[in-house]
């Protein structure tokens, strides 16, 4: 099936299981284990607001958004998580109960990293789906977990990958960033993570159909 064939298809996704996904383990890790540091973020905690709001939307979405940092700090924000009790809306990407092309911006911090390339291109389809032509995507992803993530299947984030989900997805990728915890043991990482960097970029929903 072509991309263009599995966009006409996309309200029929659905309550479709992902590949290559543990849910379930994933919840337990969300829940139990990690830790949020989105405060320690250069390129994808704090700054993100004075830079979407500059551009003054109109509808936001925050997927995945764990503590929801950002509500109240960007007007016109809902967040949604599977796990957490502070979000607006507690479920995940294929749950969420968004109208098609209703979001000028909406961000995926570190909740479209996990599986292969076809539950990565699932939730990308799905999240473009709200997306405004033009509008925005801040994406942060993380190449590896952590020590103890049993269960967790992290999809390999790298320079490619986020090249090649633009052209598949028709984004244009507007900046790519090398993101490291501002703070912390061993020159900026936490102590628990297998890799010290992460990834963070914008990809803009190009104004074709
Ligand atoms: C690395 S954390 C990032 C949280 C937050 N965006 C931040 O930057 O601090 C990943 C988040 O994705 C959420 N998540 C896990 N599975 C998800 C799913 N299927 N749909 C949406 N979010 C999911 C987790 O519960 C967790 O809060």
Not at 65 to 72: H, I, R, T, V
Not at 132 to 148: C, E, F, H, T, V
Not at 149 to 155: S, T
Request: charge should be positive; charged fraction near 25%; glycine fraction near 8%.
């Amino acid at each position: 099936m072509t991309y263009r064939m599995t966009q006409q298809i996309d309200c029929m996704r659905n309550g479709l299981k992902t590949n290559m996904i543990d849910q379930k383990a994933q919840d337990y890790f969300y829940k139990n284990v990690w830790q949020s540091n989105i405060h320690l973020f250069k390129h994808s905690g704090e700054n993100l607001i004075k830079e979407i709001n500059k551009t003054e939307p109109k509808f936001v979405i925050d997927a995945g958004c764990a503590l929801n940092f950002f509500k109240g700090k960007i007007p016109n924000l809902v967040g949604y998580d599977p796990v957490f009790k502070e979000a607006d809306i507690v479920c995940g990407h294929f749950d969420a109960p968004f109208k098609p092309e209703c979001a000028d911006v909406i961000l995926a911090l570190g909740s479209i990293n996990w599986g292969d390339h076809d539950d990565i291109a699932n939730m990308l389809i799905k999240v473009k789906s709200w997306l405004k032509p033009g509008g925005r995507l801040y994406m942060r992803g993380a190449p590896g977990g952590y020590k103890s993530d049993k269960g967790l299947q992290w999809f390999q984030w790298g320079m490619k990958q986020i090249h090649e989900f633009a052209r598949l997805m028709d984004f244009d990728v507007e900046w790519c960033e090398l993101e490291y915890n501002l703070t912390g043991p061993n020159g900026g990482t936490l102590p628990e993570r297998l890799w010290p960097h992460r990834y963070v970029w914008l990809y803009r929903r190009k104004l074709i159909k």
